[in-house]
């Protein structure tokens, strides 16, 4: 194995989550560091927030943790703009307190995943400081991607975060020989996009990679994987420079946010950088993983990121943006599965990340309802009752199936999107490169509550958080939750455990015929059920109910009606039954 000198190196993981594949079965919870827990009380979470809350981690029985990026950065984008990959940012904490949060997440039995963000640098790396110093035509500008093309962008390509995707290098200069230069910004323009074409990027991503590897690392989740490789000549795309006046052809005629595609997203050129990574990935043995996040709408390009040669997971956002309607589920969970499984790849589930509207409120809307954008004060407000039913339901149905599972921070309080943030606090780029046209993603990070009548409900006990919390979100508050088994902390304790138990991750899957408005699936001995419909439906299955949504425990007069064949299971509901010999309908 290498090592980088000077750099400890932990023990392994040991006992049940020790296998290679591990990631094939795990639970994976996602920390957004500036918004999980503030330990030195500057409103900001940090690396000692979460050592402080590694019980309430442990206890929630999760396997791994997902850090978002924690590496020094101006924060334009929050973190996606890095500025050093090789250090922690200090708002943050240390590379020491790193270590300590490593050594002691194993010692739990828990591994560790960090964010690499592969396609742009920030504008304050030393790189493209170096890049802006040396002029055109040097070799420091070749590794980003500028272009010469007069007073016009070298194309039409516009920002994922609003406005164009092309910036004057004149204007970030002020210096003559500049003039007619441009350089590509996918994101903002504090975010330039690296040249994978050039040799200096895959060499010093490589040695990336080795300086976390050799401190212990377990793997890496890959921001905006299929973004890496451009095409050839860099052609116009169709969608145009505003990706946010989209109306998707055959739609409902909505406006919204364009999707992930065109020339510049899923280029064929981005596996070939890959199977180099994973050549390194190979130096330490195969428990170390990779997860791609890749905005792909076709699951066989989707699967091609996980062949065996190269990434270990690709996040199934396919289900994620399912709503809440059965054929569109079942359809999209079969397709999917059919897809990873012919390169030899399990499923991941994931419902909530940082970048969209946590599904307790997602899924509070009527079927089609656009949130794409974020939510707002005025406008349309989910039914919060509703939406909290159907993410436990949807969560537990998930949990049910085989592969992997990803829970985002706050998800297991069931905590919903701060909808009524006001504009004014909006951190988001987003938001300003929009016009004030989409409201972004800050409703899904606003910092968790931890203690209901501590300030700030517990998250740090210095100043006031970066982003407001609500005010009645003591109600959410873990020592709330914790102090009521039926809350949604408990639940998700529960099925993570029962999940485990059942052995339900490295089982397979089987359809089972049902009304329309059922899912029902055969997972080994177990038939995992959701009722997307509005009355109660009949579950085709006779056994024992090993879990209902919502409850602590199923009621009597639901054991005894499934132990007898006739179990009707409620709209907003699912259910795991573990099936007596003889007990299934037949399956498809």
Known sequence: MSETPGIPTTEPVTGPNAASDWWRRAVIYQIYPRSFADGNGDGIGDLRGVLDHLDHLHELGVDALWFSPFYPSPQ????????????????????????????RAHGLGMRIIIDVVPNHTSSDHAWFRAALAAGPGSPERERFVFRQSGDVPPNNWGSMFGGPAWTRVEEVTGRPEDHGWWYLHIFDVHQPDLNWDNADV??????????????????????????????????????GPDRFSYVAPGGRGQVEKAPDSGPYFDQDGVHDIYREWRRVFDEYGRDRMLVAEAWVDDPDRIAAYVRSDEMSQAFNFDVLKCGWE??????????????NASVGAV??????????????????????????NGIGVTDPQPDEETGRRRALAMTSFLMGLPGSMYVYNGEELGLPEATTLPDSARRDPTWERSGHRVRGRDGC?????????????????????????PADWGRFAVDTELADPGSPLHEYRRTIALRRELELPAGTLSWVDAHQDLVVARNGDVVVALNTGVTPLRVPVRGRVALLSGTVEAPASVVEAAARGEFDLEPNRAAWIVVDEGGAAERS
Request: charged letters at 25%.
């Open 76 to 103: 334009w984008d929050n973190g996606y703009d890095v500025s050093d990959y090789f250090d922690i940012n200090p708002e943050y904490g240390t590379l020491e307190e790193f270590d300590e949060l490593l050594s």
């Open 202 to 239: 895959h060499a010093e991503f490589r040695r990336y990679f080795r300086f976390w590897l050799d401190r212990g690392v377990d793997g890496f989740r890959v921001d905006v994987a299929h973004g890496l490789v451009k095409a050839p000549g860099l052609p116009d795309d169709e969608i």
């Open 326 to 339: 059965a054929i569109q589920l079942r359809w999209t969970i079969a397709r999917t599965l059919a897809s």
């Open 347 to 372: 499923n991941t589930w994931v419902l909530s990340n940082h970048d969209v509207v946590r599904h307790a409120t997602r899924l509070g809307y009527p079927f089609g309802a656009l949130t794409t």
């Open 445 to 469: 990070r606003v910092p968790l509550p931890w203690v209901a009548d501590a300030p700030h409900f517990g998250f740090g006990a210095g100043e006031e958080p970066w982003l407001p919390q």
